[in-house]
């Protein structure tokens, strides 16, 4: 969903991305066990950020990504850096986990990682609210130009940055896609 479709309501594109998107059940336990919050250990958070799906999902949508793997570094990274809480040490053991922990399907690469780490320096900068505290379900009956508008999340920002990407990954699909 395009940063450009802003008059299609977050429901309406989370009816449609559930259609083909994964289960809760699909996701292999290591990648739940780091990135949902359902595991976190009482008292510890290990990386700022996580959420369940039906947020990520959202969050895709609200943040103009697809499903490839720049698009979950992307999402990954942003909704970290929009936590302001993420030190550089949080940062490179995400990297190191998504890099070579996951499954070889759920993996980045360096280009991959390059991206999470701008995401998340772009979410720190972000006048935006901590996107995995936000309750983006209430915002389901909205269009996603004033969902972005409610959580602070600057389009043109976001703009730049994937000008950015765009340049500098030419053979990436999902990069190429981003302004469209």
């Not at 429901?11 to 292999?28: C, F, H, N, V, Y």
């Not at 959202?58 to 936590?83: C, N, Q, W, Y």
């Not at 959580?151 to 990954?169: H, V």
């Amino acid at each position: 969903m395009p940063l450009s479709a802003g008059r299609k309501t977050l429901g309406d594109a989370q009816r449609e991305l559930s259609a083909i998107g994964l289960k809760q059940s699909d996701i292999p336990f290591i990648v739940q066990l780091v990135e949902n919050p359902a595991y976190d250990v009482p008292g510890i958070e290990l990386f700022h950020g996580a959420t369940d799906l039906a947020a990520h999902d959202r969050l895709h949508i609200i943040l103009g990504r697809g499903l490839l793997p720049k698009d979950e570094a992307f999402v990954i990274g942003f909704t970290m850096g929009s936590s302001n809480r993420v030190s550089t040490t949080e940062e490179r053991l995400y990297a190191f986990f998504a890099k070579h922990l996951y499954p070889r399907a759920y993996r980045f690469n360096d280009a991959d990682v390059q991206v999470f780490r701008d995401a998340v320096h772009l979410g720190f900068v972000s006048d935006c609210v901590s996107l995995s505290t936000a309750d983006l379900a209430s915002f389901d009956a909205a269009p996603l130009g004033e969902v972005r508008l409610a959580l602070g999340i600057e389009e043109d920002l976001l703009r730049a940055y994937y000008a950015i990407e765009r340049r500098r990954y030419p053979d990436s699909a999902e990069s190429q896609r981003l302004l469209d």
